[in-house]
């Protein structure tokens, strides 16, 4: 893959100069040389000629664009002026976002998002790749035309393509959404297999071309896919970037949780703090109400109905995903784009004092006595760097403990299934019955 078309956003004072995408990326491309697979397919550009800058004017060039423009989309191929614009001085260093299952729902929601400054801030320019499938491409076109049409100030390139080594080169952040659907009469460990499969390569190609830093969220859209083994499986393929690097999302089940509390306490839901998702995103994922507040106080002094805690919120909070399929026919996609939009701000900005957030991190390490070696959602807290430690202030009674055993009993078989995709030998499939997603029945 050669260069990719960049506006230099070097922040203040850097001149004009177009920037290849991301610094270091020579290095990074020849590490992905030696391991590249066959390509799967070009990205397109939709035009053909190249811009350049001139005392601050952009002027076209139409000669033929160099090879290294070739990989951006319609208007992204053109030099952004940086200097034209007094909002320069702040502008800060291009961050590359991947995103995965970039032509579906979730990402619909998400892509606008991340372009209009929401999420990493209004001095933050942003590189959209988008990676889909060959049966998507169309739509992922579709969705870069509606990019280039929503003149997102902060959006400075976008690129599409089908091969995660070329997608994922020199990326900060990759948003892994896109994963296959159960079809009909497929088994569990069959699903598991497939999807296992995909995060295997992208955690390859990750560990290959992408920065050495990347944060890495793992969602799995659409339905019937659970997060937390995909992302074990990434990082497992990706021995070069730190396993705490990879997330999988329960930020979605944090703000169900949330959401649950401030209705039956009668408060608006920022009155909510410390609410921990412990587990997997499945129906044995711990809603945390011990250790969660209303208005700083323990949520078992506001809400003293302990039965609706132990029972009706823990199952509302667990089942919500199949409530929302029954209404709308498929999988949450709004919500579900708020959340990583969520996740992705708690690392990002400083976690406001006292509180934490949930999100499904690497075990190995924690302080809870949570078995070693899988990806479990657990409270963290991060200052803002992309970064971020568990929170060991937090209480365990029985009543908590047992379900986090229960969840973490559910991940240990799941792994056992996904043996031969983490380098640990050969897959034994055993699983228990209730070993549901959210959307299941
Ligand atoms: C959700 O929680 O909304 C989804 O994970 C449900 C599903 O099974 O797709």
Redesign the pocket.
């Known amino acids: 893959m050669g260069l990719s078309t960049a506006y230099s956003p070097a922040g203040a004072g850097s001149g004009l100069v177009p920037a290849p995408l991301g610094a270091g990326a020579g290095a990074a491309r020849r590490r992905s040389a030696q391991v590249r697979r066959p390509r799967l397919a070009t990205v397109r550009c939709s035009v053909d000629a190249a811009k350049q800058v001139q005392d601050g004017v952009a002027t076209v060039v139409a000669a033929e664009a160099p090879a290294s423009r070739k990989e951006c989309f319609g208007v992204f191929c053109n030099i952004y002026d940086l200097k034209a614009e007094d909002k320069t001085k702040s502008w800060k260093k291009l961050v590359n976002i991947a995103v995965s299952g970039a032509a579906g729902m979730i990402s619909n929601h998400l892509l606008f998002k991340l372009a209009s400054g929401e999420v990493f801030g209004q001095d933050q320019p942003i590189a959209l790749k988008l990676l889909g499938s060959e049966r998507s491409f169309q739509a992922l076109e579709g969705v870069a035309m509606e990019l280039e049409d929503s003149l997102y100030p902060l959006l400075r390139e976008v690129s599409i393509g089908i091969d995660p080594y070329e997608v994922f080169q020199d990326v900060d952040w990759a948003l892994l959404i896109g994963a296959k659907p159960r079809g009909p009469g497929m088994e569990r460990a069959a699903l598991l297999d497939i999807n296992g499969q995909i995060f295997a390569d992208q955690g390859k190609a990750l560990n290959a071309v992408a920065s050495r830093n990347v944060k890495v969220l793992v969602v799995g859209n659409?339905?019937?896919t659970k997060y937390g083994h995909f992302a074990l499986i990434c990082l497992k393929n990706a021995p070069n970037i730190p396993a705490k690097n990879f997330h999988a999302l329960t930020r979605?089940d944090e703000n169900r949780a949330k959401c649950q509390l401030a209705l039956k306490a009668g408060v608006f839901y920022d009155k909510v703090s410390n609410v921990t998702i412990w587990g997997n995103?499945s129906t044995t994922q711990v809603p945390d109400f011990l250790n969660a507040k209303i208005d700083g106080r323990p949520v078992k002094e506001v809400i003293e109905d302990s039965k609706w805690l132990e029972e009706e919120f823990t199952m509302t909070v667990q089942k919500?995903?199949?409530a929302?399929?029954q209404k709308w026919g498929r999988?949450?996609a709004a919500s579900?784009a708020v959340s990583i939009v969520d996740a992705i701000k708690s690392l990002v900005t400083p976690t406001p004092e006292g509180d934490w957030f949930s999100t499904g991190v690497y075990t190995t390490g924690n302080p809870y006595g949570i078995a070693e070696d899988i990806v479990f959602s657990m409270p963290c807290r991060s200052k803002g760097d992309g970064d971020y430690e568990l929170a060991t202030d937090v209480s365990m009674d029985d009543f908590l403990w047992e379900r986090i055993k229960k969840s973490e009993a559910e991940l240990l078989a799941e792994k056992k299934c996904v043996a031969h995709l983490t380098g640990e030998g050969d897959a034994f499939c055993d699983l228990p019955e209730d070993t549901m997603?959210?959307?299941?029945k």
């Open positions: 659409p339905c019937n979605l995103h919500r995903g199949g929302l399929i999988s949450s579900t997603l959210p959307g299941e």
